[in-house]
């Protein structure tokens, strides 16, 4: 799943939800009603930013694990030995 682009999604989603509750609902709802609107949007949008960590942090996680393989191809190829003590090999 590709949860940048859901997160992206639900956070313009959060925005425009919000937008509607602040100049759209004020003639039909109640101050109360708007108070229960603002603070569903709220948490609609703390929930989309979890999403966009979680696309952010496996993003980091697949970098993570393709740089020190990167790193010890380079290190066999090229012969560098700063980078042996770094990836103890």
């Known amino acids: ?5 859901i997160a992206a ?12 509750g602040a100049h759209g609902l004020k003639s ?6 708007l108070t229960w609107w603002q603070t569903g949007t709220l948490y609609f949008f703390f929930h989309a930013l979890g ?24 290190i066999v190829l090229q012969g560098i030995k700063a980078l042996n003590q770094k990836y103890a090999l």
């Open 51 to 74: 999403l966009l960590l979680i696309g952010v942090l496996g993003l980091i996680d697949k970098i993570n694990a393709v740089t020190p393989c990167k790193a010890i191809y380079y």
């Open 9 to 20: 999604l639900n956070l313009a989603s959060a925005v425009a939800l919000g937008a509607f």
């Open 1 to 5: 799943m590709n949860w940048i682009a």
């Open 28 to 33: 039909m709802a109640s101050p109360e009603q």
